[in-house]
């Protein structure tokens, strides 16, 4: 497994099959972690082969910078015919995705396993444009 670390973002890219990349965002994401969060996503996006899951565990707080990277993601991904699913979102997150109405473009899973598991199983159809 290979591992790109930015304070507050780590991508692990599995060493093999599975085409699952699993990006960890910890502490706080805010304006300060605009462009190593996007570079870290962009990354992610371009190495996976089935679907990037954003691990939210670590996370202590989220505003619009992890949202706007979220949706930029996604959009990344489905161009590829990728999915991207949300583990362990916090709270806060959950309510920024409801107040947003954007609940419905990132599944949430209570689990990292959950979600690369749903990823890895999914048809590609599953979280496509």
Not at 40 to 53: H, I, M, P, S, Y
Not at 55 to 80: K, P
Not at 99 to 123: D, E, I, K, Q, Y
């Amino acid at each position: 497994m290979i591992h790109v670390t930015e304070e507050s973002v780590v991508v692990e890219f599995p060493a093999q099959g599975g085409g699952v990349v699993v990006c960890r965002v910890h502490g706080e994401i805010d304006i300060e972690a605009r462009g190593r969060l996007r570079e870290a996503l962009a990354q992610a996006a371009a190495r996976a082969t089935a679907g990037v899951v954003v691990d939210c565990a670590g996370l202590d707080f989220a505003d619009s910078t992890l949202l706007n990277a979220l949706i930029m993601l996604r959009r990344q991904a489905g161009a590829r015919h990728l999915r991207v699913a949300l583990a362990a979102p916090t709270r806060q997150l959950l309510h920024l995705l409801d107040l947003t109405g954007t609940t419905a473009l990132l599944p949430c899973f209570p689990s990292r396993a959950a979600a690369v598991a749903a990823l890895g199983s999914a048809p590609r159809a599953w979280c496509g444009t």
